[in-house]
């Protein structure tokens, strides 16, 4: 029995694509693992890593929690607004993460190959499904390097480096600005970073 309720249409375009889709896939889709369902999830895991992605390209977003003891992943819990392949990917990573309770660093080094592998047949055109939810994860590890103070493992992807010591990026001074950050005080108090003396003059 499914676990989420699939509308009919997309049911019906999943089956009349049986050719290009492997068992996983459909199985992964139709009963997706460690989804997250209702807000206090969330709040009962109480996450100690959060990554969230989005993708203007194909609209696909994706959110990702994890539970990290003794720097090992112990759960993971997701939700993704976006196609089937990205509903299989984010379930089949999040079963390879907690199954085997695997170590935080060895879980930034996952690659959308291994996702892939784990997959099999997967449509050419979405492929990048499977990318976002190795960039979720990679956010979510960072995420959880940074409350742990681990910031020399912390691994920067497509952004420009302010402060090298707590690495921090551009892009994290535009967001918090976004949210609501006006001045330094502020920016460091939203984001839990203490900026070097040497680094606010590039803020």
């Known amino acids: 029995m499914s676990l989420i309720t699939i509308h009919p249409d997309v049911k019906a375009k999943v089956d009349s694509m049986k050719t290009i889709m492997s068992s996983d896939v459909k199985q992964h889709f139709f009963n997706p693992k460690n989804l997250v369902r209702d807000e206090k999830e969330i709040e009962e895991l109480k996450p100690n890593g959060i990554g969230i992605i989005g993708s203007a390209g194909c609209g696909d977003n994706m959110s990702m929690w994890l539970k990290i003891e003794d720097e090992k992943i112990k759960q993971c819990k997701w939700?993704?607004?976006?196609?089937g392949s990205a509903v299989a990917s984010s379930s089949i990573l999040s079963v390879m993460l907690t199954d085997?309770?695997?170590?935080?660093?060895?879980?930034?080094?996952?690659?959308?190959?291994?996702?892939?592998?784990?997959?099999?047949?997967?449509?050419?055109?979405?492929?990048h499904c499977s990318i976002l939810c190795i960039k979720a994860l990679r956010e979510a590890i960072?995420?959880?390097?940074?409350?742990?103070?681990?910031?020399?493992?912390?691994?920067?992807?497509?952004a420009r480096i302010i402060d090298n010591n707590i690495k921090l990026t551009d892009k994290q001074i535009e967001e918090g600005v976004l949210n609501g950050?006006?001045?330094?005080?502020?920016?460091?108090?939203?984001?839990n970073i203490e900026i070097s003396e040497e680094s606010k003059n590039k803020v």
């Open 79 to 83: 939700q993704t607004f976006g196609c």
């Open 100 to 127: 085997n309770q695997v170590k935080v660093d060895d879980a930034m080094k996952i690659t959308t190959e291994d996702i892939l592998n784990k997959l099999g047949a997967v449509n050419a055109k979405k492929v």
């Open 142 to 158: 960072n995420d959880y390097y940074k409350k742990t103070k681990q910031y020399d493992k912390i691994v920067v992807e497509g």
């Open 181 to 191: 950050a006006r001045d330094l005080n502020s920016l460091q108090v939203l984001l």
